[in-house]
């Protein structure tokens, strides 16, 4: 699965231009958090994991804050992807619709990108996999 977005905050800190604190790359940890059916995204007004974390699903195999990530972003000509290992849950029971992936090691959790699964997912105590697309999280091109 690819990022359905990017945050619009997170595209300057991806690119070290905010001075409150860049999402740096290969350097800090990652993770990914599943949000309740009822969240609303922000793309353009949500900017920290606090903005989403109201609707962060809870219990039933799942740990507040989400999931560590083994992710790291790679570069190839002009494209740089992000991605991830997928995440396996051993067991799940909250319904969920989104995923977040925000920087764990930025000093206010700065938002990456969101992952829309379109419907809500009833995993009901079964084992879930959030699988990443082979090309990865997102990609951005810079040519």
Do not use: W
């Not at 945050?7 to 999402?23: E, T, V």
């Not at 940890?29 to 974390?53: N, Y």
């Not at 700065?110 to 992952?115: E, K, M, T």
């Amino acid at each position: 699965m690819m990022a359905d977005f990017i945050y619009d905050k997170a595209k300057p800190r991806l690119m070290g231009g905010i001075s409150d604190g860049a999402i740096i790359p290969n350097t800090h940890s990652f993770k990914c958090a599943l949000l309740k059916p009822t969240h609303t995204p922000g793309k353009a007004t949500h900017e920290f994991f606090s903005d989403v974390s109201g609707d962060e699903i809870v219990g039933g195999g799942y740990t507040a804050g989400g999931k560590a990530m083994t992710a790291a972003f790679t570069r190839s000509g002009v494209t740089v992807k992000f991605d991830a290992d997928d995440l396996v849950y051993s067991t799940l029971s909250p319904e969920f619709r989104y995923a977040v992936v925000y920087d764990d090691s930025h000093a206010s959790k700065a938002l990456v990108g969101l992952l829309d699964f379109l419907t809500t997912q009833i995993p009901n105590a079964s084992p879930v996999t959030i699988a990443f697309n082979a090309s990865g999280i997102f990609t951005m091109t810079d040519g």
